[in-house]
């Protein structure tokens, strides 16, 4: 590695790449970007401030997406094999909001102060974290109770079968 670069390969850098990878493996695929996963990362374990987190963040999502889109074009759909996964009219019609919150965005951004900036990311990480919680709670509540159906009708299927053949051996 070069003498004169401001990147060092230690045990920090190290680990905070390792975890920005299990980051975009985990957020990716699911269809989040992982920005409020990475921010924190990046500042707490790499020492960028907010502001520099923010914008690596940024340009880590953005080319993570691509690479998402990029293979997305390719692959059909699952269910209606004629189709295409990208739905291309909601693309049409989400593209002039996303136009407007990101430069909305990145003016609030230049706006306003470090500390609260600090606070925002704070709090709508926790809400994330939070929203995400649910979301296993509920989805693991639900495959709890089709394991318990699955159960329970394999239950009955092998009480059926018990029936019948007790009901042949009497005969």
């Known amino acids: 590695m070069d003498q004169h670069s401001p990147f060092v390969l230690d045990w920090h850098n190290g680990l905070g790449l390792g975890l920005s990878v ?38 880590v999502v953005f080319f993570g997406c691509i690479t998402m889109v990029a293979q997305a074009l390719f692959t059909n759909h699952p269910e209606v094999p004629t189709l295409p996964v990208v739905d291309y009219t909601l693309v049409l019609a989400m593209t002039p909001t996303l136009c407007l919150g990101l430069a909305l965005g990145v003016l609030a951004n230049a706006l306003t102060s470090q500390w609260l900036l600090n606070i925002l990311i704070i709090c709508i990480w926790t ?45």
């Open 22 to 59: 299990l980051v975009a493996f985990i957020s990716g695929p699911g269809g989040q970007g992982g920005g409020s996963f990475y921010i924190p990362l990046f500042t707490v374990l790499l020492g960028f401030s907010v502001n520099q987190a923010a914008a690596l963040s940024s340009a």
């Open 127 to 171: 809400w994330s974290c939070i929203q995400l919680s649910f979301t296993y709670r509920k989805a693991r509540v639900k495959e709890r109770q089709q394991q318990q159906q699955q159960a329970t009708q394999q239950q009955l299927e092998t009480s059926k079968d018990q029936v019948i053949k007790a009901e042949t051996t009497i005969q």
